[in-house]
Structure formats: structure tokens, C-alpha cells
């Protein structure tokens, strides 16, 4: 293993441990004395994903992990429950046991997750997995997040757009509503 410092190719392993996708070695360069980190991970048949267009490619964890970060950008979600959805992905698609799997299950199963991790998450992963072109594809989505299991108030406000007709301007400049409410606090 190359020292990630020197570049030296001579390493000692100080520490091993097993995870859930492989195993973590502590290692120490011979030459410099720093020591990094290293993950292993068996590596199976390859997984070939069957796009719509019926092209064929490998599989590839990180663009699952990419895919979410983006989802989840700016959302209360760590970078380790991130991983940890795409190890998730990952382990399921292996217990298959089949060569080749269609990107429509891959990008369900990530949804499916996402809506247990993250609801707002989930509506932008769905957006752009389902190439939502309107308004009322996003107002359809999210009736159907919240008819689902009934969310939080703080949550039903993130996730609630100007779709009756009420616009964003009247909430943000204090339209009607705010000018009532201020007229019963004189």
C-alpha cells in the first residue's frame, strides 16, 4: 500500500477491524513513521445496472451516494446516514443474486430510503428520478407524502408550496394574513 505523504510503497498494518462492507487496517509507513487509514472491500461479480435505453454498466456505489448528497444538500442529514443508505443499496442488490438489474429498481430503492431518511430529500431525489416537468407533478408528490403519514407542522411548511393560488409574495412582504394579525395586536 502507498504511503498517501511520501509515496513510499512500504507499510506496516498496526490495527485491523471488520465492518459491515469490508474490513479498516491502521497502517504506518516505514520510511516517513505517519500512519493513514486503509478500507477493504470484497469485491464480487460485477453488478451490471440496465438503463431505460437499454445500454448496460457497471455499478458504481458512489453515484447512489452522489445522487443523495445532492438530494440531501442543505438538510439535516449526515454524511455517514448517506453512506450507510448507499451501503444499505448496495447490500440489498448483492443478496439478489442476479448479473443484471434494471436502474427503475436501484432508483426505487433509493427512494424508499430517502423517505424514511429525509421527506424533503425524498421529493428532490423523486424530482429529478421521475423528471418531474410541472408544478403538479411536485403538488402530486408531496399530497401523496403527506397522506401518507402525517408530518410535523415545521415539516408540513417545508414541504408546502404555493399551490392554491396563493402566492410567495403576500409571505414574505406580510400580504393580507400578516396585515390582519397586526391590526388585531393594536
Same mark, same amino acid.
Not at 101 to 112: F, N, T
Given at each position: 500500500?502507498?504511503?498517501p505523504y511520501c509515496g513510499?510503497?512500504d507499510?506496516?498494518?498496526?490495527?485491523s477491524r471488520d465492518?459491515?462492507d469490508g /474490513? !479498516? !487496517?491502521?497502517?504506518e509507513?516505514?520510511?516517513?513513521?505517519?500512519?493513514?487509514?486503509t478500507s477493504?472491500?470484497?469485491?464480487?461479480? *460485477?453488478?451490471l445496472?440496465?438503463? %431505460?435505453?437499454?445500454? @448496460?454498466?457497471?455499478?458504481h456505489?458512489?453515484?447512489?451516494?452522489? &445522487?443523495v448528497?445532492s438530494a440531501c444538500t442543505?438538510r439535516?442529514?449526515? *454524511?455517514?446516514?448517506?453512506?450507510? +443508505?448507499?451501503?444499505? /443499496?448496495? !447490500? #440489498?442488490?448483492g443478496?439478489?443474486g442476479r448479473?443484471?438489474i434494471?436502474?427503475a429498481v436501484i432508483?426505487?430503492?433509493v427512494?424508499?430510503?430517502? @423517505?424514511? +431518511?429525509? $421527506?424533503?430529500?425524498?421529493?428532490?431525489?423523486?424530482?429529478i428520478? $421521475?423528471?418531474? %416537468?410541472d408544478?403538479?407533478s411536485? %403538488?402530486? #408528490?408531496v #399530497?401523496?407524502?403527506?397522506?401518507?403519514?402525517p408530518?410535523s407542522?415545521e415539516l408540513q411548511a %417545508?414541504?408546502s408550496l404555493?399551490?392554491? &393560488?396563493?402566492g410567495?409574495? &403576500?409571505?414574505? !412582504?406580510?400580504g393580507?394574513k400578516?396585515a390582519?394579525i397586526?391590526g388585531? @395586536?393594536?
Amino acid at each position: 500500500m502507498r504511503c498517501p505523504y511520501c509515496g513510499d510503497d512500504d507499510s506496516r498494518v498496526t490495527d485491523s477491524r471488520d465492518t459491515e462492507d469490508g /474490513i !479498516r !487496517r491502521r497502517r504506518e509507513c516505514q520510511r516517513c513513521g505517519l500512519r493513514f487509514s486503509t478500507s477493504e472491500r470484497v469485491q464480487t461479480t *460485477a453488478l451490471l445496472v440496465v438503463k %431505460q435505453d437499454g445500454r @448496460r454498466e457497471e455499478f458504481h456505489r458512489d453515484k447512489v451516494r452522489i &445522487g443523495v448528497l445532492s438530494a440531501c444538500t442543505k438538510r439535516p442529514v449526515t *454524511a455517514e446516514d448517506v453512506d450507510r +443508505l448507499a451501503d444499505a /443499496i448496495e !447490500r #440489498e442488490l448483492g443478496t439478489l443474486g442476479r448479473a443484471e438489474i434494471p436502474s427503475a429498481v436501484i432508483g426505487q430503492m433509493v427512494m424508499e430510503r430517502l @423517505r424514511a +431518511l429525509d $421527506r424533503v430529500a425524498y421529493v428532490r431525489f423523486a424530482s429529478i428520478y $421521475r423528471n418531474f %416537468q410541472d408544478v403538479e407533478s411536485f %403538488q402530486k #408528490e408531496v #399530497e401523496e407524502l403527506l397522506q401518507a403519514r402525517p408530518a410535523s407542522p415545521e415539516l408540513q411548511a %417545508q414541504l408546502s408550496l404555493p399551490f392554491n &393560488g396563493e402566492g410567495t409574495e &403576500g409571505k414574505r !412582504r406580510g400580504g393580507r394574513k400578516a396585515a390582519s394579525i397586526r391590526g388585531k @395586536r393594536t
